[in-house]
Nanobody
Framework: QVHLVESGGGSVQAGESLRLSCVAS????????MGWFRQVPGKEREGVAT????????KYGDSVKGRVTISQDNDKNTVYLQMNNLLLDDTAMYFC??????????????????????WGQGTQVTVSS
């Protein structure tokens, strides 16, 4: 089972940027879906961004479109989440996870967290005014 470790969170002011990292304990096959999610206490987990390295497909949640970029470096077994122009509403614990969907399925990976497994411990992002 792959283990994922997130890092890069912190406390920033609105408008600033952060880059989150998710390091996997093993090589990430290009046909795996990798996703970033976030959760605020008392609320449901929200899909932020997903990437399917096989064809480069990405998908973003409506609340972060245009401000966030997901990328993957297979040489480093790492998935990144570049977050720009951070808003107060971006404050949350951020998690990465993997969805091993059937081979041959292509295109953007789902944002629904129910598909994903091997959740990391999360990294906290706090945005203040």
């Amino acid at each position: 089972q792959v283990h994922l470790v997130e890092s890069g969170g912190g406390s920033v002011q609105a408008g600033e940027s952060l880059r989150l990292s998710c390091v996997a304990s093993q090589h990430i096959p290009s046909f795996w879906c990798m996703g970033w999610f976030r959760q605020v206490p008392g609320k449901e987990r929200e899909g932020v961004a997903t990437i399917f390295a096989d064809d480069g497909s990405t998908k973003y949640g409506d609340s972060v479109k245009g401000r966030v970029t997901i990328s993957q470096d297979n040489d480093k077994n790492t998935v990144y989440l570049q977050m720009n122009n951070l808003l107060l509403d971006d404050t949350a614990m951020y998690f990465c996870a993997v969805y091993i969907r059937p081979r041959g399925v292509v295109g953007a990976c789902p944002l629904a967290d129910a598909w994903y497994r091997s959740w990391g411990q999360g990294t906290q992002v706090t945005v203040s005014s």
